[in-house]
């Protein structure tokens, strides 16, 4: 049975700590839901596995989500694998399978191999902001929780209108971004293009052969080439530290 849950995680001018509590109390529904129809009912101890990159300031925020969870309660054990210094594999998907696993929760694309595997196994799986049509020959439970990312561009396109007349805007994407963050940048223009007709909103594209030092120079040259005064989103924290420094 997939469920999708369509989340607009970013808020500008909103509260936060509020999204934050949204997110979780749909995650504990997820979660419950699994003990549900998962495979294995509810007990204490059950073990979920939690896969995440923790570089990301998102990411974070997703983790301290479950975190809030499982502090309130005593059912659940978790295994963190952290992408960056030990990722899910086909091998540790495997050993979950022998083991009784309870879910598996994913946060990021994996590669043809795990992903594959994913799509066979009988654990519950969790997809979070991640698309993938192998996951839709699933026969277990799925669950997909997704960012509503055209909200996001949308949002920050609002709040720049807000904040009056402006000459220009600009949003700017990573190499590493996927449908999400196209996503992020045609709502933001298709909105900066319905409020603010006559004003050019452009658009910046990383090239993928472009070592950090040039990529931020062009970064900077497209940014001072945008008439003034002129506002730009980006897609990601870790873009926007890039803008700033740019």
């Not at 301290?64 to 899910?88: A, G, H």
């Not at 700017?172 to 449908?179: A, E, F, K, Q, R």
């Not at 050019?200 to 120079?217: D, G, W």
């Amino acid at each position: 049975v997939p469920y999708t849950y369509s989340i607009p995680f970013l808020v500008f001018g909103g509260n936060i700590a509020k999204e934050i509590r949204v997110f979780a109390n749909n995650i504990s529904v997820l979660l419950r839901t699994i003990c549900i129809y998962g495979t294995m009912p509810a007990m204490k101890n059950t073990k979920v596995i939690i896969s995440i990159p923790l570089h990301p300031a998102s990411s974070r925020d997703v983790l301290m989500v479950f975190l809030q969870y499982f502090e309130t309660s005593s059912e659940w054990m978790i295994s963190l694998m952290q992408s960056e210094v030990n990722p899910m594999t086909v091998n540790a998907l495997q050993k979950a399978e022998k083991e009784g696993v309870a879910a598996i929760i994913i946060t990021r694309q994996c590669s043809d191999e795990l992903s594959a595997a994913l799509a066979e196994t009988p654990i519950p799986l969790v997809c979070i902001g991640i698309r993938d049509e192998r996951f839709k020959t699933r026969q277990r439970l799925t669950v997909y929780v997704h960012n509503d990312n055209s909200a996001i561009g949308d949002i920050g396109a609002r709040h720049f209108a807000s904040l009056g007349r402006l000459c220009s805007y600009g949003f700017v994407l990573s190499d590493g971004d996927g449908d999400w963050g196209l996503d992020r940048a045609n709502a933001f223009c298709s909105r900066i293009a319905a409020s603010a007709a006559n004003t050019p909103a452009c658009v910046f594209r990383t090239s993928a052969s472009s070592n950090p030092k040039t990529n931020i120079s062009k970064l900077s040259e497209w940014i001072k080439s945008l008439p003034k005064p002129a506002a730009v989103m980006a897609s990601c924290d870790q873009r926007a530290i890039e803008v700033l420094s740019a």
